[in-house]
């Protein structure tokens, strides 16, 4: 996931087809509503559902809300006549009372409301003080701020009011980085994660962690990250997880994930600062990414709608149940010794095949030599246990698997063992408990608000596609599909989500961020669009245009009605629902003329 290719305007990126103006405007600072462009092949964004015709602007003008001929002459209250998907038997299959008790609705026709009235679709605000790339966008859990990350190398802090406006603004320039990429508030939004790039060669992968304090904007404390794309995420309100990478062959490395305390000035002997996680082998030029945490304690939303005749999810489950791990008797050191020294034997002997590769022989002896040397998953029923997720594979260098491994109550501290507790001399690597492969490169992911469902952009790869070479992966598709996966069950419940493109190459592929809501689900593209669709019926409700591409988005936690759009054009937009505009525009009533009268007396 090559973000350091990316340069001003298109950046090594196939060019996105011209945009289309299909989100609603306000301001005055807003032009018209310009003609929609075709471009054969991928000038679209995929399908438009029945009722984004009912979403488009109408008529030229700029007016204010209920202005006749002005974009928001549509825009005063829902259409009497809902679109096709309300239709008879068009949800035949679902359970309709499920459904509705979903939103709390009363009625298909609430339903229509709440999918056309409060989506935030109406652009009230664009911010231009980032002179380079926005690539990334996070909320306070509070709703009162939120940070960007830039190209410029800057991170930016907002108060969130009815009008944004700028906090503060850290450079991160003289600590040799290129550029931030990543920010996460912590629990009680008292401190601010911020994830950067190093300065170096064009393949250089290191970057670092930087804990900045909200209540004086002080630098807190820095923690090396590598590679750059691991992120980093906070597991309680001062602890927070980065990543190192080991390099042991040509495409076999070993990935540690740390638990770091955000305040490191401790001056003791007697407390830890930084303790090992997890110690993960990585096989065919694999690495970690993408580190983020599902807290299993706030599983409490219901079941999602499954599709109308959608097939059984699949069930991914890779734990310690493997074959490799349970043939024959005797000590598995032992046994990985017999395998390996018959496997070399073979290979003097020529028994061995003879076609296989350098690359090829170099998994089959790292694999070989982990099988003993890889401490199983421990299991816990706490209901206070934490899963660790993130991007992995097994095949090639581009992601295309999700490796979730739990995180046990005693794990979440620093103090104890600096090198981790209870790792025999034997148990080298640690296994993970799950593992879900995608068959595709994936350049996204984004948890539910209760972290029960997990939603995944990828890039498919060819159907019946076959990785020879891990430094070759297949070919990836321009459409992205939106791949939900329940991690109670660990089931894929939902058929793909679908209308948004990407164009780059496997080796210059970027994150796209999304973000989940309640109702709503959101993401960035390369067709230079945001999309938001519902969650529950699987359908597209609005596109969001920028200039440029859209790397990140983000729903308000306490106010779904309000998203941020970060794109290359280095602006941040900020989108509301029709409905909330109208209230925020509404006219204050006047007083009476008497009472008007009577105050100025009282003066």
Not at 370 to 397: D, I, M, N, W
Not at 570 to 576: D, F, G, L, S, V
Request: glycine share 8%; hydrophobic share 35%; proline share 7%.
């Amino acid at each position: 996931m090559c973000r350091r290719s990316r340069r001003a305007g298109t950046g090594g990126r196939a060019e996105a087809p011209p945009p289309e103006p299909l989100g609603r405007r306000v301001g005055g600072d807003v032009g018209s509503p310009r003609p929609a462009h075709s471009s054969p092949g991928r000038g679209r964004a995929g399908p438009l559902t029945a009722w984004q015709g009912s979403l488009r602007p109408q008529g030229t003008g700029q007016g204010p809300a209920g202005a006749p001929g002005g974009v928001w002459g549509g825009l005063s209250g829902p259409r009497p006549t809902g679109p096709s998907f309300f239709s008879e038997g068009s949800l035949s299959q679902a359970d309709s009372s499920e459904a509705l008790g979903l939103q709390a609705a009363t009625s298909w026709y609430e339903e229509f409301r709440r999918l056309y009235d409060t989506v935030p679709c109406v652009e009230v605000q664009t911010l231009k003080e980032h002179t380079d790339q926005v690539l990334h966008l996070s909320f306070s859990h509070s709703g009162y701020q939120f940070a960007s990350c830039s190209k410029d190398c800057t991170v930016k802090i907002w108060n969130n009011d009815l009008t944004v406006s700028l906090l503060h603004s850290a450079d991160m320039r003289p600590y040799n980085w290129s550029y931030t990429q990543f920010s996460q508030f912590n629990q009680d939004d008292s401190l601010l994660l911020a994830s950067g790039v190093f300065l170096g060669p064009h393949n250089s992968s290191s970057g670092e962690i930087a804990v900045i304090s909200l209540d004086n904007f002080a630098l807190l404390s820095r923690v090396r990250n590598k590679p750059y794309d691991v992120f980093g995420c906070w597991l309680t309100e001062t602890s927070l997880i980065s990543g190192n990478l080991h390099r042991i062959g040509d495409i076999t490395s070993c990935s540690v994930l740390w638990l770091n305390n955000a305040f490191q000035d401790v001056e003791s002997e007697n407390v830890n600062v930084v303790k090992r996680l997890f110690k993960i082998q990585n096989l065919n030029a694999s690495t970690i990414r993408t580190v983020m945490v599902a807290d299993c304690s706030r599983f409490d939303s219901p079941d999602l709608l499954l599709d109308d005749g959608a097939t059984p999810g699949r069930v991914f489950d890779l734990g310690g149940d493997s074959e490799d791990e349970a043939v024959g008797p005797g000590p598995a050191p032992a046994r990985t010794k017999e395998g390996l020294r018959r496997f070399l034997d073979g290979l003097l002997d020529g028994r061995a095949q003879p076609q296989l590769s350098e690359h090829a022989l170099e998994t089959q002896v790292a694999e070989l030599l982990a099988q003993g040397r890889t401490k199983p998953p421990e299991h816990s029923t706490a209901a206070a246990r934490k899963l660790l997720v993130f991007t992995t594979g097994c095949l090639t260098y581009s992601p295309h698997q999700i490796g979730i491994k739990q995180i046990l109550p005693h794990q979440m501290t620093t103090a104890g063992p600096v090198l981790g507790e209870g790792r025999g001399s034997d148990a080298f690597f640690d296994a993970l408990d799950h593992v879900i492969d995608v068959h595709g490169h994936i350049i996204g992911m984004g948890l539910s608000p209760d972290n029960r469902y997990l939603y995944v952009n990828s890039r498919a790869w060819p159907s019946g596609s076959v990785v020879a070479d891990p430094m070759q992966p297949p070919p990836i598709a321009e459409e992205i599909d939106l791949l939900v996966f329940d991690l109670k069950t660990m089931r894929e419940v939902k058929r793909a989500l679908r209308a948004h493109r990407a164009y780059t190459p496997n080796d210059q592929c970027f994150f796209i961020f999304l973000d989940v809501s309640r109702d709503f689900v959101a993401s960035g593209a390369e067709d230079r669009h945001g999309y938001i669709w519902d969650r529950h019926y699987n359908i597209c409700l609005a596109k969001l245009r920028h200039q440029d591409v859209v790397n990140s988005v983000v729903f308000s936690p306490q106010e779904q009605e309000l998203l941020l759009t970060a794109s290359d054009d280095a602006t941040i937009k900020a989108w509301r629902s029709p409905r909330t505009v109208r209230i925020h525009q509404a006219p204050r009533p006047r007083p009476h003329p008497f009472f008007s009268w009577f105050a100025s007396q009282k003066r």
